[in-house]
Structure formats: C-alpha cells, structure tokens
C-alpha cells in the first residue's frame, strides 16, 4: 500500500475518527487514502488554523480524544503554528499533518516548501519531514505514543508528496499503539504530601488543568470530601469539582478570580497544587503576596513544572490520576484511624465569604452592562452546557460571573489566548459532542478574527449558540491602557453605511452571519435576553447551524481586575452586590453583611 494509506490505517487504529482540514496539491494523495480506506469523517474548514482550533476543541472535549488538522504545503502549516501553541501551552494533544513538496526539491526553493519541521519544533512535542517512505508507520506510532506520555501536547507530521506515494509493506492488522508512559506518584511521596496538610489549620486544594486532561475530577472531589479541604479550580481546572458543590472556594486570580476565592486563598496556610501551573492570571505577578504565609506542596506530570515560577516546600512528578487514587488511598486510611483534623470551622468561613463577597450582575441598563447577559446565561443554560471562549474582557467577566459544574464543560484557550480561536474550538466541541448544549462566549474582535468558519457550521450541519457580547472596543486592551492614560487605536467603531441603524458599533455581525449560512439575534434590551436565548436553542435544533445571539453593549465597562497584577488588591469597578436582588444567579444566596 502507500505510505499515506499506511498512515490513514494507523490514525484509525489509534482511535481517530474525525479529522479536520483544508485540502491541496501536496497533501492530496493523503486525502486519497483518507477517502478510499474510509472511517474518519473529515470537516472541511476556511482556514487552515481554523482546522488546528478545531482539533483543539475536539480534544478537549471528552477524555481520549485526539483531534487531527490536515493542510498542504507552505503555507498551511505556518498557518497551522497558533494552533500549536495553544495545544502546547494548555497540554492539548493534537496532531497536524501537512503535505510537503518532493523530498527531492527540498533543498531548491520549490513551490510553497519550507522548513515547517523546524519552524514547529519550537511548540510541539515532535516536528519531523519524514524523508524515507518505510519510516511513516513508525513515525505515526511514535507521535501517538508521545502525545499521550507524560505531559500532553501537540505533534506535527510532515509528509513530502513522493513519500505519500511511495509503495510500503504494511500490516495494519497487527499494528498496535506502543505503551503510554506517564509519571506514578510513590506511597511515600503521597504520605508526606499529606503530612502538610494535617500539620495546617487552613488548607486549600488548587485544582489544575492535569486533573481533567487526567480525567480525574471524581477521585479529586472524593479526596476532598475525605478531608473536607476547600478546593480552588484554575481557570483550565474548572469544572474538576461543580461549583454548587460546598467545597468549592472559588477561584483565585488577578483577572479570572472570584471576590470570595481571593479572600480564602489569602487566609489559607498551605496549598496542594495538582495539575497546575501557577500560571501568572491565578497567581498574579506579586508572588510574595501569593505565597507569604503558606506553605506549597505540587503533583505536576512534568518534572520541570516543578519549581518553575517558585519553588514548593515539596515537589511530586504524577499523572494527576496516579497521584489522587493514592492520596484517597492513604486519606480514607487516616479517617478510618480517626488522624484526620475537623476542618468544619475552616468549610463554614470559606461558605460564609462565598455568601457575602459577590459582585453584582443586575444591571436594567440600555445599552446594556455586560454583566447581565451572563446572569441570563445562568438562567438560560443548564448544567449540562459546555462553554467555550479564549480570551478579552468577555471571557475574563465570564470567568467571574457564570457556573460550570462539570469537568470539560469550560473549554478555554488559557496560555495562548488567540483572538479567533472561539468559533473553530466551539464547532470541534459541537462535533465531539452533538447531545450537548454548546455555547461560545465572544466579544467583537475575537468573533471577527475567524468569523469565516461559521460558513463550516453551516455547510456541516454543526449547530451551536455563539454569545456575542459588542461594545466596538478592544475593551481588555483599553482597560490595560488606563494605567498608561492613553485611549488609543483600541476603538473599532465607524458609522456603517450599510446598516446606519447600529450607530457607530460598525461590523453588521447580524448580516455577516446570516450570509455565511447561519441564523442570528441582535438584542438591545437586556430584558429580551431570556427570549433571545430561547428562540436561539430552537433556531440551533430546526436548522442545525451555528446560531448568533448579539448583545450590543455600552461602550465602555470596566471589568474587575488588578490593575498592579496583585491578586490582594483587585479593583470592582461597579458596585458590588449589597442586596439578594443584585447577584439573583450566584451560586449562594447573598448573605447581607454585618
């Protein structure tokens, strides 16, 4: 058979059954495999790191899964290096395969050939331009193996077109998938982790994005039950435990923090971080106000995690899961030995703070605070939603003021945070899981970057609900130049002649939508919220396209944040909430304060 129909059989033996992409000369002979062997349905996309978005979002959706982006030659794989790094910096294994010209012409300039192998070594677990056709069934196997070992993260294929097309002997019948390694946390390793916690008054649990790309959210719930330790979910670890659950703290950061998460954190003793990276949006910049008063112990999958941005009390190299089956192991021991400490003073405090220290998302306003349509969203959207956004204002408010009670059910692009990236991973979500509530979160900027793969929605039949939040502001990046006194080049608003009824907020998002084949909502009044939403769900199940729900917003809100990246001194811009009626979707019922 050919090296490419070698490689097709291995992506299905691997488990593969979706694959995105956008087809060309070079890659052709792969796609002529993709097509005569069969059993990998292929989505079509406009844009080549639009196709790398999707694999992204359909990894992340459900545990197992690897997403595969195909392009040709040249230009598609440079344009397939975003993706790679947003895979690589949240973990995310996906794989990219690109054609290539003739390995013979390599080295003359040809046509669309460069050296995409070491342009993409950089961002990905393996980069190679296979050069001998007999090496591509090991090259597949080996690509497999790494992007599930240890930490995960992409991997990048190059096939140059006469190696596609070169005869091999294959048995695809007795191929098999080579051992994944991962890192096992020891007996002892996990008894003196937690002889940290029994010796501290106020523990927390940071719960990080290991856990869930470990899909051990139940044995990190359980643990935590054991020992009634209050839980903080990283940005990429929300959803590890519900966020009605009564251990749930909240969570912690200079942007993405809640107000009751920050002030438990800053009471807390010592802190058990699994499956995080003490990224700089949880921790803030000042690591003395983060770490003064407590001790830190860290389980991360890969060694040199450990230490990185400040060194723990005590470092643990685990898969999350590993680690977790023994710290239940070792934590039901103890109860039954009756040495675990009664933490119920601690629980209640955290509960109590959850209860007062809430910010207000009621807001009648027309144009309408942002804050309010995600207190719609809270009402519209059951447990069962999966939401999916990356970066801006949008997702940081987001963040604050919506509730995600299910691991893989908050599907964000946490380090790289490329604007574009919402409506891709949103359609590689939908496709991983059609029974699923999919709603996608963006402001204006990031829904106009990769605007053009609604088009794949609606070709492919992919339906899902986009929020779209519009103030014709680069609104993060004006707020960033407060500090600076500026107000520049972040406006995007201009009177459009086509549409004068918007006024200055430009981009008609409503006609672009529906021109490229989908259904959409323009909402001014945040009272006709709820039954734009409504008509949304049922526009998305009739049509089965990606459906718009457009909230234009005032022009300007000011979002809580740090503005000195201190997690101790965060800014609330608005008026926090003081009565029931002003936060009516939060979590706990608001308690008034003393």
Same mark, same amino acid.
């Given at each position: 058979?050919?090296?490419? %129909?070698?490689?097709?059989?291995?992506?299905?033996?691997?488990?593969?059954?979706?694959?995105?992409?956008?087809?060309?000369?070079?890659?052709?002979?792969?796609?002529?495999?993709?097509?005569?062997?069969?059993?990998?349905?292929? &989505?079509?996309?406009?844009?080549?790191?639009?196709?790398?978005?999707?694999?992204?979002?359909?990894?992340?959706?459900?545990?197992?899964?690897?997403?595969?982006?195909?392009? &040709?030659?040249?230009?598609?794989?440079?344009?397939?290096?975003?993706? %790679?790094?947003?895979?690589?910096?949240?973990?995310?294994?996906?794989?990219?395969?690109?054609?290539?010209?003739?390995?013979?012409?390599?080295?003359?300039?040809?046509?669309?050939?460069?050296?995409?192998?070491?342009?993409?070594?950089?961002? &990905?677990?393996?980069?190679?331009?296979?050069?001998?056709?007999?090496?591509?069934?090991?090259?597949? /196997?080996?690509?497999?193996?790494?992007m599930r070992s240890g930490r995960p993260g992409p991997v990048h294929i190059d096939l140059p077109i006469d190696v596609q097309l070169a005869e091999i002997d294959f048995d695809p019948e007795t191929y098999e998938p080579l051992p994944?390694?991962?890192?096992?946390?020891?007996?002892? /390793?996990?008894?003196?982790?937690?002889?940290?916690?029994?010796?501290?008054?106020?523990?927390?649990?940071?719960?990080?994005?290991?856990?869930?790309?470990?899909?051990?959210?139940?044995?990190?719930?359980?643990?935590?039950?054991?020992?009634?330790?209050?839980?903080?979910?990283?940005?990429?670890?929300?959803?590890?435990?519900?966020?009605?659950?009564?251990?749930?703290?909240?969570?912690?950061?200079? /942007?993405?923090?809640?107000?009751?998460?920050?002030?438990?954190?800053?009471?807390?003793?010592?802190?058990?971080?699994?499956?995080?990276?003490?990224?700089?949006?949880?921790?803030?910049?000042?690591?003395?106000?983060?770490?003064?008063?407590?001790?830190?112990?860290?389980v991360d999958i890969e060694p040199t995690q450990i230490g990185k941005i400040f060194a723990p009390d005590y470092g643990i190299a685990s898969d999350a899961k590993a680690a977790l089956e023994l710290f239940v192991e070792v934590a039901?021991?103890?109860?039954?030995?009756?040495?675990?400490?009664?933490?119920?003073?601690?629980?209640?405090? %955290?509960?109590?703070?959850?209860?007062?220290?809430?910010?207000?998302? %009621?807001?009648?306003?027309?144009?309408?605070?942002?804050?309010?349509?995600?207190?719609?969203?809270?009402?519209?959207?059951?447990?069962?939603?999966?939401?999916?956004?990356?970066?801006?204002?949008?997702?940081?408010?987001?963040? /604050?003021?919506?509730?995600?009670?299910?691991?893989?059910?908050?599907?964000?692009?946490?380090?790289?945070?490329?604007?574009?990236?919402?409506?891709?991973?949103?359609?590689?979500?939908?496709?991983?899981?059609?029974?699923?509530?999919?709603?996608?979160?963006?402001?204006?900027?990031?829904?106009?970057?990769?605007?053009?793969?609604?088009?794949?929605?609606?070709?492919?039949?992919?339906?899902?609900?986009?929020?779209?939040?519009?103030?014709?502001?680069?609104?993060?990046?004006?707020?960033?130049?407060?500090?600076?006194?500026?107000?520049?080049q972040v406006n995007l608003e201009f009177e459009n002649q086509n549409s004068p009824e918007l006024g200055v907020y430009g981009v008609d998002h409503v006609k672009v939508a529906e021109g490229l084949g989908c259904k959409a909502i323009?909402?001014?009044?945040?009272?006709?919220?709820?039954?734009?939403?409504?008509?949304?769900?049922?526009?998305?199940?009739?049509?089965?396209?990606?459906?718009?729900?457009?909230?234009?917003?005032?022009?300007?809100?000011?979002?809580?944040?740090?503005?000195?990246?201190?997690?101790?001194?965060?800014?609330?811009?608005?008026?926090?909430?003081?009565?029931?009626?002003?936060?009516?979707?939060?979590?706990?019922?608001?308690?008034?304060?003393?």
């Open positions: 058979m050919t090296a490419a %129909h070698a490689a097709v059989e291995i992506l299905k033996r691997e488990g593969v059954t979706n694959a995105f992409g956008v087809p060309g000369a070079a890659i052709n002979p792969f796609y002529k495999a993709l097509k005569e062997v069969g059993g990998i349905d292929h &989505t079509l996309a406009r844009h080549v790191e639009g196709a790398t978005h999707m694999a992204e979002g359909y990894t992340r959706t459900k545990a197992g899964n690897i997403g595969v982006a195909i392009g &040709t030659s040249g230009p598609a794989g440079t344009d397939m290096i975003t993706g %790679h790094y947003s895979a690589a910096g949240d973990s995310i294994p996906i794989l990219a395969i690109t054609g290539q010209a003739p390995s013979h012409l390599l080295h003359k300039e040809d046509f669309q050939a460069v050296d995409i192998a070491s342009i993409a070594k950089p961002l &990905t677990k393996m980069a190679v331009t296979v050069l001998e056709p007999a090496q591509v069934p090991g090259v597949f /196997q080996q690509a497999f193996h790494l994944v390694y991962k890192p096992s946390a020891t007996r002892a /390793q996990i008894e003196k982790a937690i002889q940290f916690l029994l010796e501290s008054e106020r523990p927390l649990i940071v719960a990080g994005g290991g856990i869930i790309n470990a899909d051990a959210s139940d044995l990190l719930v359980e643990f935590a039950e054991l020992t009634n330790t209050p839980v903080v979910p990283t940005l990429m670890g929300w959803g590890t435990i519900p966020d009605d659950h009564e251990l749930n703290a909240g969570m912690v950061g200079q /942007q993405t923090g809640h107000r009751y998460g920050n002030a438990t954190f800053l009471e807390s003793d010592f802190v058990l971080g699994i499956g995080n990276r003490w990224a700089n949006r949880h921790t803030g910049y000042k690591l003395d106000v983060y770490r003064e008063g407590r001790k830190f112990v860290h039901k021991e103890l109860k039954a030995e009756g040495k675990l400490p009664d933490r119920s003073e601690w629980v209640a405090s %955290h509960l109590d703070r959850k209860a007062t220290l809430q910010r207000r998302t %009621h807001f009648d306003n027309i144009p309408m605070k942002p804050q309010r349509v995600y207190e719609e969203m809270n009402k519209a959207f059951g447990k069962d939603t999966r939401y999916v956004t990356t970066i801006g204002l949008s997702q940081i408010a987001g963040a /604050q003021m919506l509730h995600v009670y299910k691991p893989r059910h908050w599907i964000n692009c946490g380090q790289a945070g490329p604007l574009g990236w919402t409506i891709p991973a949103a359609l590689g979500v939908a496709k991983a899981d059609p029974d699923s509530p999919v709603v996608a979160l963006s402001g204006d900027y990031d829904f106009q970057f990769m605007i053009e793969e609604l088009a794949v929605g609606a070709q492919h039949r992919i339906p899902y609900i986009h929020v779209l939040v519009n103030n014709a502001y680069l609104g993060l990046i004006r707020q960033a130049q407060i500090g600076l006194d500026i107000n520049f323009r909402v001014t009044d945040p009272a006709d919220l709820a039954d734009a939403f409504e008509r949304a769900k049922k526009l998305a199940q009739e049509h089965q396209v990606p459906v718009v729900v457009e909230a234009i917003l005032e022009r300007v809100t000011n979002i809580a944040m740090s503005p000195t990246a201190d997690i101790s001194a965060v800014k609330e811009f608005e008026d926090v909430a003081t009565e029931d009626w002003h936060a009516p979707t939060a979590i706990l019922p608001l308690k008034a304060q003393a």
